[in-house]
């Protein structure tokens, strides 16, 4: 543990660092300051992120730029139906004179720093299933042997929320092992007009490298040392179960809206993002405006609405910013 005065000095480093990457990725993935401020936090936090949006929006620019700023070794994965377990982890092959042959193995693609998994709802269950162990295991076993995927590891996947056909949705359980959920949206006028300008040039050169890998795992160590009050402690975690319906903490919204809520590991979420969050947009340490900011990515994809309610056309980020002010509005109060 640094002491309190070598802390500070290191957040603020690193604070400047994470402004330089953030300007960077912004002369190639244009406007998006939400997006960009929350691919930065799932990766210092050291967690996977899935980015939920339609196809043209930049999601593949973003975590190529991405991977290039950070200084990380990148493989991309095009999902596909016929796409096999063996396709992402590697396979044994046997070569060699027909005296002395042996099994080489041959690493696949998921052995890089930062992974794209592009369209991840298009694999068949097997396949996601070899790929999610990995996230969650940071290794992987072929042919008995396991082998360490090393320092960082970090999975983007994109996901198209619109076209369903020919699609394996991620179960429930899965979708728990990404950190965040981040939705890339449509830009405005102005964000469109300088994406088409930037885009349709001669030039379209990479920013250079602000970060390495071996920088980022020093980052996360800091980040890890970021203290978090003890009363935004407690609100997460009065959050967190807020969101769960039929239980004695329950919100009203929650039993009125909600199938289903969030497990411990939207707090451990929220604690690992909340920190990370801050240092990039420029703060020492967490404060409300980061689980404000947060929360549609962490809770999202951890809770599921009632077929009332999506016939109803309840929006779930409607729903979770309305929890999260009253209970703030209570603790105002009390």
Known sequence: MSDPENLI???????????AAKSAINTRFIGQTRVVDQALTAVFAGGHAVLIGVPGLGKTRLVSTLGHVLGLNTSRI???????????????????????????????????ELLM?????????????????????????????????????????????????????????????FLLRIDVGYPDLDTERDIVLATTGVSDAMPDAVFSAQDIVAAQRILAQVPVGQGLMEFVLR????????????????????????????????????????????????????VGDLAPAVLSHRMSLKFSAQAAGVNMADVIAQIVADLDAQGQAA
């Open 9 to 19: 000095q290191s957040i603020d480093d690193l604070s400047a660092r994470l402004s």
């Open 239 to 290: 959050l967190v179960r807020a969101c769960r319906p039929d239980t004695p903490d329950a919100h009203p919204l929650a039993n009125q809206y909600l199938a289903w809520g969030p497990g411990p590991r939207a707090s451990q979420a929220f604690v690992l993002a909340m920190r990370a969050h801050a240092v990039i947009r420029g703060a020492s340490a967490p404060t409300m405006r980061d």
């Open 78 to 112: 095009q999902f596909t139906p016929d796409l096999m377990p063996s396709d992402i982890l590697g396979s044994e092959v046997l070569e060699g004179p027909d005296t002395a042959r042996s099994f080489r193995f041959i690493p696949g693609p998921i052995f890089c």
């Open 117 to 177: 998994a592009d369209e991840i709802n298009r694999a068949s269950p097997r396949t996601q299933s070899a790929l999610l162990q990995a996230m969650q295991e940071k290794q992987v076993t072929t042919a008995g042997q396991t082998r360490d995927l090393g320092a960082p590891f970090l999975v983007l996947a994109t996901q198209n929320p619109l076209e369903q056909e020919g699609t394996y949705p991620l179960p429930e359980a899965q979708l728990d092992r």
